[in-house]
Nanobody, 123 residues
Framework: QVQLVESGGGLVQAGGSLRLSCAAS????????MGWFRQAPGKEREFVAA????????DYKHFVKGRFTISRDSAKNMVYLQMNSLEPEDTAVYYC????????????????WGQGTQVTVSS
């Protein structure tokens, strides 16, 4: 059974940085895509970024391009989201997700989810 465990959230001032980590276990991830989603209070869960485990190809939602970087470490079965120039609007619970096949922006296509990690950006 695939398990995903996020870590690295916290409270940071606007303009600061955080790195989220996602530890993946229980599967052979070479044909998986990994995604980061976020959900702010009162809002729907939204796509942030995705990476293909096989070749490291990435996709980003427009509002994080140039600020966030998704990456994976195949040797450690880890996925990361480096977040720079954080803004109060980035405050949300961030979720790591996994799916077989190619990258996707749609949360319903991801079969496995972590428990989430809170990111709070103060102004």
């Amino acid at each position: 059974q695939v398990q995903l465990v996020e870590s690295g959230g916290g409270l940071v001032q606007a303009g600061g940085s955080l790195r989220l980590s996602c530890a993946a276990s229980g599967g052979t991830f070479s044909n998986y895509a990994m995604g980061w989603f976020r959900q702010a209070p009162g809002k729907e869960r939204e796509f942030v970024a995705a990476v293909s485990w096989s070749d490291g190809a990435t996709d980003y939602k427009h509002f994080v391009k140039g600020r966030f970087t998704i990456s994976r470490d195949s040797a450690k079965n880890m996925v990361y989201l480096q977040m720079n120039s954080l803004e109060p609007e980035d405050t949300a619970v961030y979720y790591c997700a996994a799916k077989t096949g190619g990258r996707s922006w749609f949360s319903r296509t991801y079969a496995y989810w972590g428990q989430g990690t809170q990111v709070t950006v103060s102004s």
